[in-house]
T-cell receptor
Framework: GAVVSQHPSRVICKSGTSVKIECRSL??????MFWYRQFPKQSLMLMAT?????????EQGVEKDKFLINHASLTLSTLTVTSAHPEDSSFYIC???????????FGQGTRLTVV | QKEVEQNSGPLSVPEGAIASLNCTYS??????FFWYRQYSGKSPELIMS??SNGDKEDGRFTAQLNKASQYVSLLIRDSQPSDSATYLC??????????WGAGTKLIIKP
C-alpha cells in the first residue's frame, strides 16, 4: 500500500507553546488529508478534512484558530497545535487519500504530551 | 446522525479458533466499508475493504457485507495471539470521510 509518513512520533512540550506535526505522502499525491485525535480507550475523532490548496474544513467543536492546518502541496499537510495546554495531550493521526483511490492510508501517529 | 455501532468487547477467543467481529451502520446509502486493526499506541492499519454484498476473503480474513441489513462483519480464521488488538469498523460518508465505530477489543488466548 501507499506510504504516509508522520513526524514527530512523540513530542513533549511546555504549556503555552506551539507544536507542528507533519504528514507526508511519500509515493502518491494526496488530494485529501484527514486529521484525527484519539484519547485513550476511545475511537478516532475527526478534527478536520483538508483538500490541497483549500482551507481545511473543521468538525464541530474543533477550534480552527487553535489547530492550524495547512495543506499547501499534494504531498504535505501540517497540523499546528497553538498555545498547547495539558488537555490537548492526545494521539494525533493523519491519513491521506489520492485521486481515484478507494481508501486512505494512515500515518504512524504523534503522541503529544503537554506539561 | 450517521452512526457505526460495534460491541466494545473484550472478545476473548482461543488460539486457533475463529474470531467473529460485527458492525452495524445507519446510513443506507453508504457504499464503502473498512476494517482496521489498531494495536495499542499505534495508528490504525487497514485489514479489509468491502464494497459489494457478500464475502471477500484475504488470507485468514473474511469480510462480509449485507447492505439490506446494514451489517458488516470480519471473520479471522486460525486466530493467533498476534491478532490481539482493537478492530475498528469504518463506513465512508461524503467527501471520503470515515464514520468510525468505537472498536472491538479482541484477545486471543494461547
Amino acid at each position: 500500500g501507499a506510504v504516509v509518513s508522520q513526524h514527530p512520533s512523540r513530542v513533549i512540550c511546555k504549556s503555552g507553546t506551539s507544536v507542528k506535526i507533519e504528514c507526508r505522502s511519500l509515493d502518491f499525491q494526496a488530494t485529501t488529508m484527514f486529521w484525527y485525535r484519539q484519547f485513550p480507550k476511545q475511537s478516532l475523532m475527526l478534527m478536520a478534512t483538508s483538500n490541497e490548496g483549500s482551507k481545511a474544513t473543521y468538525e464541530q467543536g474543533v477550534e480552527k484558530d487553535k489547530f492550524l492546518i495547512n495543506h499547501a502541496s499534494l504531498t504535505l499537510s501540517t497540523l499546528t497545535v497553538t498555545s498547547a495546554h495539558p488537555e490537548d495531550s492526545s494521539f494525533y493521526i493523519c491519513s491521506a487519500r489520492g485521486v481515484g483511490a478507494t481508501e486512505a492510508f494512515f500515518g504512524q501517529g504523534t503522541r503529544l504530551t503537554v506539561v | 446522525q450517521k452512526e457505526v455501532e460495534q460491541n466494545s468487547g473484550p472478545l476473548s477467543v482461543p488460539e486457533g479458533a475463529i474470531a467473529s467481529l460485527n458492525c452495524t451502520y445507519s446510513d443506507r446509502v453508504s457504499q464503502s466499508f473498512f476494517w482496521y486493526r489498531q494495536y495499542s499506541g499505534k495508528s490504525p492499519e487497514l485489514i479489509m475493504s468491502i464494497y459489494s454484498n457478500g464475502d471477500k476473503e484475504d488470507g485468514r480474513f473474511t469480510a462480509q457485507l449485507n447492505k439490506a441489513s446494514q451489517y458488516v462483519s470480519l471473520l479471522i480464521r486460525d486466530s493467533q495471539p498476534s491478532d490481539s488488538a482493537t478492530y475498528l469498523c469504518a463506513v465512508e460518508a461524503s467527501n471520503y470521510q470515515l464514520i468510525w465505530g468505537a472498536g472491538t477489543k479482541l484477545i486471543i488466548k494461547p
